[in-house]
């Protein structure tokens, strides 16, 4: 399999955990975002929606994160990121595609890049549409957390389709300052992930095309 | 079942499409969105993210909307929404959640109020905003369509998730002067969804709540 992505990308960053929690092995191949490498040709005539991540994997391109997850565990469905009983996998889902679209859509690069032109917002307006955009929907998701009980995972002793959604989406919080101090479910399943081997690998700090990036 | 919805918003309209599609019986109860009746407390004490639609059902309050379609076909498998073959199902997803996340979540009523209200833009600019989503992501979904030289639907001889989430983002384009005379897989395949009598009674214009409604 090969992961066309960018390290600082959630959606990228979604990818490589729930890979690596598969236990899948695949080649990283870094795709600037910022100098905006994945409209090339090349690379639309493969995406046409030009996005990132791409996976190359069973003879096909794939490039819709939500749709590749969901593929994903379909297709490798060992170990799951979804429960078995209807009853969890909704609330799973229910999480997780309230960040994904809640949240990430509408605070997405692209998004930010309207705001800044044509629409001539300043950075601190930028920065402030960020965090209102978090808090309406991060609030929300604490709440059912504690109505859920939930401890170190939304369900069982394992992460799911939540956390693969989640971990990047407090990544790029913290990067905007957000103020997770009244969020103490959603901190300590992302310490708890973090602690993994699979999240620890996706994090952006150690891709290739990360400037933070360690010596090995 | 009973669906807390409004007319005129789109993932109210997905809900709708879906239950009728399965053959569900349902009550649908209007919450007025732009009365904000959805914030009112003891809505909000039901569903913490204030969203619509909500489908109390099964006993259980459920309220995201892809996760809901995703749970619903699940529950109630016959006629499916997804097809059976791996690479069809993530073929479904990718155009129905390319149009949930890309188009619809940026376009969604809170943001175009932000816009407004405290970013001061005019309705002119607001406009402006929902046509430029709406070309970013249907172009390619066009695209994708002539591609798998799609017919009436895009997978055999019924409508799926995706033209679940196609009709009622065409709607909104519509409403919003959206030139769609370049997309003629996407207006064949919704003139064929329009035909049918699920979609036909979940239309905006045909609920209870809407100005447009004719006597019964």
Redesign the interface.
């Known amino acids: 399999m090969k992961l066309y992505g960018y390290f600082r990308s959630s959606t990228s960053y979604r990818l490589r955990i729930a890979l690596n929690l598969k236990g899948l092995a695949f080649e990283n191949i870094p795709v600037n975002l910022v100098t905006a490498e994945n409209k090339d040709e090349g690379f639309t005539q493969r995406n046409?929606?030009?996005?990132l991540p791409m996976l190359e994997a069973d003879g096909?391109d794939?490039?819709?994160s939500?749709?590749?997850l969901?593929?994903l565990d379909?297709?490798y469905p060992v170990p799951p990121l979804l429960p078995q009983d209807?009853?969890a996998?909704?609330t799973m889902?229910?999480?997780?595609?309230?960040i994904?679209?809640?949240i990430?859509?509408?605070n997405n690069l692209?998004?930010l890049k309207?705001l800044k032109d044509p629409?001539g917002?300043t950075q601190d307006?930028i920065d402030t549409?960020y965090r209102?955009w978090l808090a309406?929907?991060l609030v929300?998701v604490e709440?059912?957390l504690a109505?859920l009980d939930a401890g170190d995972f939304l369900h069982g002793d394992a992460p799911g389709l939540f956390e693969v959604v989640l971990v990047p989406q407090l990544y790029n919080a913290r990067r905007f300052a957000y103020d997770l101090s009244a969020s103490p479910h959603l901190t300590r399943i992302e310490a708890a992930c973090l602690a993994l081997p699979a999240f620890e690998r996706a994090h952006p700090d150690n891709q290739q095309d990360s400037p933070e990036r360690k010596p090995q």
């Open positions: 046409p929606f030009g996005s096909r794939r490039a819709q939500m749709a590749l969901e593929w379909e297709a209807l009853e996998r909704y889902r229910e999480l997780a595609y309230a994904a679209t809640e990430h859509a509408i692209p998004v309207y629409l917002h307006e549409w209102h309406r929907t929300p709440a059912r109505q």
